[in-house]
Structure formats: C-alpha cells, structure tokens
C-alpha cells in the first residue's frame, strides 16, 4: 500500500470539501423544489417523483462524500 504524503492528504480533502459543500447546496434547491411541489394543491406525480429522485441521489452523494473525508482525517 502507497503511503501519500501530508499534504496530498490536505489537497483530497479540501477537493472533497469543496464537492460536499456543491452537493449541499444542490441538495438544498432540491429539497426546497420537491417541498414546493408536495404544498401545491394539485400536485403534479411524475414532477414530485422526479424531484424525490433527484433529493434522493443527492442525499446518497452528500452521505459518500462525508464517509470520504471522515475517512482522511483519520
């Protein structure tokens, strides 16, 4: 196993950081955008299941990324 150096370690998690923070914000317009649907009165099914799948991808990529750099600080 190849042992990556200090500051190789720094870069991954400040670019790792940077992707969390882009797919937070995604994930936020998301969930903002399913919750506007879900309050409409006539609610718009192939819309809202679009939308939930959308929160949903986000949700799994925010979760990857945490493991990702919780797994570098170690």
């Known amino acids: ?11 991954m998690r ?6 969390y923070a882009s797919t937070t914000r ?3 317009a998301a969930r903002n ?5 879900h309050e ?3 609610k718009n099914i192939i819309a809202l299941r679009d ?5 949903d991808q986000l949700d799994r990529g925010r ?3 945490m493991r ?3 797994a570098l600080s170690d």
Request: no cysteine; charged share 20%; glycine share 0%.
């Open 40 to 42: 409409q009165p006539v």
């Open 51 to 55: 939308a939930a799948l959308r929160l």
């Open 14 to 19: 400040r670019d790792l950081s940077a992707r």
């Open 68 to 70: 990702d750099i919780k």
């Open 63 to 65: 979760a990857a990324l």
């Open 26 to 28: 995604q994930w936020l």
């Open 1 to 11: 196993m190849m042992q990556s150096s200090p500051l190789a370690i720094v870069t």
């Open 33 to 37: 955008a399913y919750r506007r649907l």
